[in-house]
């Protein structure tokens, strides 16, 4: 990570490798319910975000004011505490 900060091409694209975007993650729409440990109501899109988190992703949310952020961040807190998982 380092490497790549500081510039190595090589590293980027090694990162890039490994962390593929949340599109390209073979995910459902929508996690079953029983996948689910929602503290706040959720969109179909905030659902995304959170299945690609459990899934190991490494995630940058980016939105206007308004669209829901910080609910997903509530939700992905309360999904993987529940699943034992440190936050």
Do not use: C, F, W
């Amino acid at each position: 990570m380092l490497s790549a900060i500081a510039g190595d091409e090589g590293a980027r694209d090694s990162l890039r490798e490994r962390h593929r975007a949340a599109e390209e993650l073979s995910l459902p729409a929508v996690p079953p319910p029983e996948d689910e440990y929602l503290i706040l109501d959720a969109d179909g899109s905030q659902s995304r975000v959170i299945a690609a988190a459990v899934s190991g992703a490494d995630l940058v949310v980016i939105g206007p004011p308004g669209t829901g952020k910080s609910q997903t961040i509530s939700n992905l807190i309360a999904t993987l505490s529940a699943r034992g998982k440190s936050v």
